[in-house]
T-cell receptor, first 116, second 109 residues
Framework: GAGVSQTPSNKVTEKGKYVELRCDPI?????LYWYRQSLGQGPEFLIY????????DSGLPNDRFFAVRPEGSVSTLKIQRTERGDSAVYLC??????????????FGAGTRLSVL | DAKTTQPPSMDCAEGRAANLPCNHS???????VYWYRQIHSQGPQYIIH???NNETNEMASLIITEDRKSSTLILPHATLRDTAVYYC??????????FGPGTRLSVLP
């Protein structure tokens, strides 16, 4: 079946611009996660949705970052006033349920964001 | 911070077993051990997980010590396509995955 899909695969923008990154989770998965990965580092947690609501947004670095999941499926990560330090690969993952010890997260290929 | 420590890199000859160690000396009773890997330019891929008992699936085996303070991921016959960064993660109910820098495994021809 289809896996987690992220679009675009690459995004180049200028400092100060607004960007949106999209994630289509595996059908039926109620939990959705966003991570950010800098070069040479492991993924860093940003936010976790259970259904439509953000169950944990403790990883968002500041108020320029925001994410939504209005219908409990597709999610959009929004970054305002982008800075060069926002350049990274943004990864999305989904799982059947959230918050349970055994849940397995399935990742998309990521969106590589470059802020010039 | 990640609750695990792994060697930064390892080499393995093609066709041989790759044994990737992970230390998690502060693991609590309810925390599972998960292994993921990340091949260049792809998202992390789930490999295996376990709590106390050793586990095996089509990809790998997971050996957890009796005191649960360390574990080893075993790829029984490594191929060139197993070259990747391997992440060991411990996680309890309600916690998020915390990835460390992982182990960069290079499978050599």
């Amino acid at each position: 079946g289809a896996g987690v899909s992220q679009t675009p695969s690459n995004k180049v923008t200028e400092k100060g611009k607004y960007v949106e990154l999209r994630c289509d989770p595996i059908s039926g998965h109620t939990a959705l996660y966003w991570y950010r990965q800098s070069l040479g580092q492991g993924p860093e947690f940003l936010i976790y949705f259970q259904g439509t609501g953000a169950a944990d947004d403790s990883g968002l670095p500041n108020d320029r970052f925001f994410a939504v999941r209005p219908e409990g499926s597709v999610s959009t990560l929004k970054i305002q006033r982008t800075e060069r330090g926002d350049s990274a690969v943004y990864l999305c993952a989904s799982s059947e349920t959230g918050g349970r010890a055994k849940n397995i997260q399935y990742f998309g290929a990521g969106t590589r964001l470059s802020v010039l | 911070d990640a609750k695990t420590t792994q060697p930064p890199s390892m080499d393995c000859a093609e066709g041989r077993a790759a044994n990737l160690p992970c230390n998690h000396s502060t693991i609590s009773g309810n925390e599972y051990v998960y292994w993921y890997r990340q091949i260049h330019s792809q998202g992390p891929q789930y490999i295996i997980h376990g709590l106390k008992n050793n586990e095996t699936n089509e990809m790998a085996s997971l050996i957890i010590t009796e005191d649960r303070k360390s574990s080893t991921l075993i790829l029984p016959h490594a191929t060139l396509r197993d070259t990747a960064v391997y992440y060991c993660i411990v996680r309890d109910y309600g916690q998020n995955f915390v990835f460390g820098p992982g182990t960069r495994l290079s499978v050599l021809p």
